[in-house]
């Protein structure tokens, strides 16, 4: 799959005499995050269109988010940072991710302007699969009835996307976060289409866990995360193996944590992981993220969630595979 940052970027592979765009593209436009079983029925719309022209798949993200840009700290938290993003939509077998900066220039844009720079001059958009109360340009002219309209001008065509629902109730991010700040796993999982998990690499930490006994794998997170506080996890390795393990998800409030993270504690493991991709599986909630008054008694806390982990895996079954 083909990553394209950046309408400059666009426009030059645009240009080019081979380029993959030029017989169009069918495309679809929106966050994705979480990529659920909303997106997922969208994506196959737009796959089944672009099988039948014969053109390439497009799904067109922004970042920042529009809602972080206009929000700040105040947006929604995420439910995947932008890798993770890219990497399921590959795994979704789409073609080309276009990427577009949400920046003030780019927030100045018309309706018409962004028809015309983006989707026709940059994509050369041949169907388009949008909300029909998808809003766009700075003047939020742009919209469903805009681009039928161009599009039966300009020789594109337009198509709504399918609503997707579960237990009578449209499938979003916006319940999916809702679900996951209350640890409800279980039903965000029947909404996202797999359990709720978070990829990312391995840095260097305090090392606070070594010192107290209990070593964790850091994955620092870019944004706050849709749920807080201590999980029964399942970790991937990348060797594909799977380990059991218990995991804080927050910012550490007893050592004066500042920036979102997420640790965690491989029962049985003594490798060392610095550097590699973990794909953490949130199984089990076990208690909200609390400050201590001292180590001591987060270490003791520590040790009653390790308890508790390791006796919800014997219950429920382990996820781990032997090295």
């Excluded at 932008?82 to 789409?94: M, N, P, S, V, Y």
């Excluded at 201590?230 to 804080?248: C, E, I, K, Q, Y």
């Excluded at 500042?258 to 991709?277: C, I, M, N, R, W």
């Amino acid at each position: 799959m083909r990553l394209i940052r950046g309408l400059t970027n666009l426009k030059t592979l645009s240009r080019q005499e081979a380029s993959p765009l030029a017989d169009g593209c069918v495309a679809t436009i929106g966050n994705f995050d979480g990529v659920h079983l909303g997106h997922k029925t969208i994506l196959d719309q737009v796959k089944e269109k672009a099988r039948a022209l014969n053109v390439p798949s497009v799904v067109m993200v922004f970042e920042p988010q529009p809602r972080e840009f206009f929000q700040g700290k105040e947006a929604p938290p995420r439910l995947m940072a932008f890798r993770q993003k890219f990497e399921t939509l590959q795994a979704e077998g789409i073609d080309m991710v276009l990427c577009l900066r949400f920046n003030e220039r780019f927030r100045s844009y018309s309706g018409m302007g962004f028809i015309e720079d983006v989707l026709i001059n940059g994509l050369a958009v041949r169907h388009l699969v949008v909300g029909d109360d998808f809003r766009f340009g700075c003047d939020r002219a742009g919209d469903f009835a805009l681009l039928e309209q161009v599009g039966a001008a300009r020789g594109f065509t337009v198509e709504n996307t399918l609503t997707v629902t579960v237990s009578n109730e449209r499938v979003s991010s916006t319940r999916i976060r809702d679900l996951l700040s209350v640890n409800r796993l279980g039903d965000a999982e029947k909404l996202l289409g797999h359990p709720y998990r978070i990829r990312g690499r391995v840095v260097y930490g305090r090392q606070l866990g070594r010192e107290i006994g209990a070593p964790t794998a850091n994955l620092r997170l870019r944004q706050m995360p849709a749920l807080q506080g201590v999980f029964v996890v399942s970790a991937t390795l990348p060797d594909g193996t799977v380990h059991d393990g218990v995991a804080n998800i927050g910012v550490r409030p007893t050592v004066d944590g500042k920036q979102p993270s997420l640790e965690v504690h491989l029962f049985d493991f003594a490798g060392t992981l610095y550097g590699q991709a973990l794909d953490v599986v949130f199984r089990h909630g076990v208690r909200e993220e609390i400050k201590f008054s001292s180590v001591d008694e987060l270490k003791a806390q520590i040790a009653r969630d390790f308890n508790s982990a390791r006796a919800w895996i014997t219950e429920n079954g382990s996820a781990a595979a032997s090295l």
